[in-house]
């Protein structure tokens, strides 16, 4: 599949995606591709941690890692859309939102994916 067309238009503000993986490999593999494609400008992996959970009716427990990705709001929609063609589950859990809060250091540097887009989209 191709990636997702790249936002035009102005930076919304910070927006996080968190994301559960497997292992920290698949994760770093994924983080890859979301960086790589301007999609975010940073994945925090986080150690591995024990998930408990209900799925098709059944209780299961597994060792997960989590990634908390950082963007900006005018990608969030397509950055988490491609993070769901690229994750090697079948129904990956992907949830994103819209930062409440930010440091102004922070929002200006996940404001420049948003630039970084429009230049390599040529708009």
């Not at 890859?32 to 998930?51: H, S, Y």
Request: hydrophobic share 50%; net charge negative.
């Amino acid at each position: 599949m191709s990636a997702p067309a790249p936002a035009t238009g102005a930076a919304q503000g910070p927006a996080l995606i968190w994301c559960p993986f497997a292992d920290s490999e698949s994760a770093a593999a994924a983080a890859g591709t979301l960086l790589d494609e301007g999609l975010v400008a940073c994945a925090n992996i986080l150690p591995p941690m024990r998930a408990l959970y209900v799925w098709q009716g059944e209780r299961g427990e597994s060792q997960e890692v989590g990634v908390l990705f950082k963007t900006d709001a005018a990608l969030l929609d397509r950055a988490a859309g491609r993070l769901a063609e690229i994750h090697p589950y079948d129904t990956p859990a992907i949830t994103g939102w819209k930062a409440d809060a930010a440091s102004p250091a922070t929002a200006a540097w996940l404001a420049l994916l948003v630039r970084g887009s429009e230049a390599r989209d040529g708009a």
